[in-house]
Nanobody, 124 residues
Framework: QVQLVESGGGLVQAGGSLRLSCAASGSIFSINAMGWYRQAPGKEREFVASINWSGGSTAYADSVKGRFTISRNNAKNLVYLQMNSLKPEDTAVYYC?????????????????WGQGTQVTVSS
């Protein structure tokens, strides 16, 4: 089993920045792909970003390209989501995900483990 704990969410004004962190523990030797998803009230969970084990490959949703950056520190079992130029429409609960698949993973079914989420609220 793998446990994922997100942190770093909060309230920020439009145009501001936040950095989310996800700490992984447990059977992390099986983990390759890591990702971030988000779910806004009344909407389905949507893909935000993914990164492979080495960090050499990343993928982003069109809505966050150029504003968000995913990265990871395997030595510390951490994955990050740097969010810049935040917009009110970025308001959501952000979830960290981990999977055994190689490469980046866009589809939610490709992940085996999920965190509990952290709230991000962007005020206008």
């Amino acid at each position: 089993q793998v446990q994922l704990v997100e942190s770093g969410g909060g309230l920020v004004q439009a145009g501001g920045s936040l950095r989310l962190s996800c700490a992984a523990s447990g059977s992390i030797f099986s983990i390759n792909a890591m990702g971030w998803y988000r779910q806004a009230p009344g909407k389905e969970r949507e893909f935000v970003a993914s990164i492979n084990w080495s960090g050499g490959s990343t993928a982003y949703a069109d809505s966050v390209k150029g504003r968000f950056t995913i990265s990871r520190n395997n030595a510390k079992n951490l994955v990050y989501l740097q969010m810049n130029s935040l917009k009110p429409e970025d308001t959501a609960v952000y979830y960290c995900a981990a999977g055994e698949s190689a490469g980046v993973v866009v589809r939610a079914r490709g992940y085996d483990y999920w965190g509990q989420g952290t709230q991000v609220t962007v005020s206008s």
